[in-house]
């Protein structure tokens, strides 16, 4: 068996990461101008410049994590554990745009957000398992999705 290049690898989780937060952005593109900016937002919700730097970010860093996890050997049952729980955390992470934002349902997308949290911090925990690098490089990811929580709830509640 021909054994995957590291640095090959590692693109491909950041072409992976950074194409699931590229579909969300798609998904949010057109209500982000003609639906968002009509709800009621609290005082502190944050600019929409801040969204796309904080995400972009955080896409990296958890490829980087990820890629740090794979390279424990993806052959052995741990790190084939942690890196589905990663992409089904993905895969919420993505879902979440379409939900809120496609569908226009806070409500929904809040008990959805929640689930992602979950499996965020299962992921994370797998994850610290096979490397503690890896498990910090997705403590902010936890940290923006809880904020995130809290301000898809506030915003449901508001409108």
């Known amino acids: 068996m021909m054994k995957l290049n590291p640095w090959l690898a590692l693109a491909g989780f950041l ?3 950074l194409a699931a937060g590229g579909l969300g952005g798609w998904a949010t ?4 101008v003609d639906w968002y900016p009509t709800l009621n937002k609290p005082s502190w919700n944050p600019p929409a410049w801040l969204f796309g730097p904080v995400w972009t970010t955080l ?3 958890m490829a980087i994590a990820a890629w740090l996890v794979w390279k424990k050997g993806a052959e052995g049952a741990d790190v084939k ?3 589905r729980l990663f992409f089904v955390q993905l895969a919420l992470n993505t879902a979440w745009s379409f939900i809120f934002f496609g569908a226009r349902l806070p409500g929904l997308a809040f008990i959805e957000i929640l ?3 979950a499996a965020i911090l299962l992921t994370t925990a797998t994850f610290f398992k096979q490397s503690q690098v890896a498990g910090l490089l ?4 936890i940290a923006w999705v809880g904020f995130a929580s809290l301000l898809n709830f506030t915003i449901w509640r508001l409108n």
Do not use: D, F, H, Q
């Not at 593109?29 to 982000?32: A, D, L, R």
């Not at 997705?138 to 990811?141: K, V, W």
């Open 29 to 32: 593109s057109g209500p982000v």
């Open 115 to 117: 689930i992602l949290l």
């Open 138 to 141: 997705m403590l902010p990811y």
């Open 81 to 83: 554990l942690a890196l």
């Open 15 to 17: 072409a992976i990461c």
């Open 59 to 61: 896409y990296v860093l």
